[in-house]
């Protein structure tokens, strides 16, 4: 399960989320099924959680988490994707971690 290792957006929403997405490429062979993702945002003190989904055809993983006490400015980032395996039949993860800028 190869991709890219960096977040490619995180935004502040007006309903109190923010939308965190990054790109997802399975590689070739790799079953063409859902990734769950589990991500976080620290910013100075405050630390969100948050949850998100790649689909087969997207090229994005896309996610939300509570925006709470998240303001626009500078971020860290990681984040785990658990995907299926067929071939022994298993889970396959990968995890990253980046600087990330909140708009």
Do not use: C
């Amino acid at each position: 399960m190869a991709h890219g290792t960096k977040f490619s957006s995180a935004k502040l929403q007006s309903n109190g989320t923010v939308e965190v997405k990054g790109p997802f490429k399975p590689d070739p062979g790799d079953p063409d099924k859902p990734a769950l993702v589990s991500f976080y945002l620290v910013q100075g003190s405050t630390k969100v959680d948050g949850e998100g989904r790649w689909m087969p055809g997207a090229t994005e993983w896309t996610g939300t988490a509570g925006s709470s006490g998240l303001k626009a400015g500078p971020a860290q980032a990681g984040a785990l994707a658990v995907g299926p395996h067929n071939d022994p039949p298993g889970f396959l993860t990968f995890s990253w971690s980046s600087d990330i800028e909140i708009t």
